[in-house]
């Protein structure tokens, strides 16, 4: 069964959602994962622990479809 989950029209979503860089000091992007706010990163090495503890340690963060990045990509931590 796939326990990826699906918006109301039916369509699939991100399981890892990376907002925009808020720039505050040091600057951070807030990351939810599953609908559920886990914290802020600093880098892209923070949103791939966050999935780690999450028990999704299978997702490339760079590159995985079930990531999404808003805002900008895995690369953009400036504002």
């Given amino acids: 069964m796939d326990d990826t989950p699906t918006d109301p029209q039916g ?4 399981l890892v959602v990376v907002y925009p860089v808020v720039n505050a000091n040091p600057r951070y992007r ?36 079930r990531v999404q990045w808003i805002g900008g990509g895995p690369r953009q931590w400036q504002e």
């Fill in 11 to 14: 369509g699939r979503h991100a």
């Fill in 30 to 65: 807030r990351v939810d994962i599953l609908g559920r706010r886990v914290g802020k990163a600093h880098s892209l090495r923070d949103v791939a622990e966050f999935c780690r503890r999450a028990g999704l340690e299978d997702i490339d963060v760079e590159a995985d479809d």
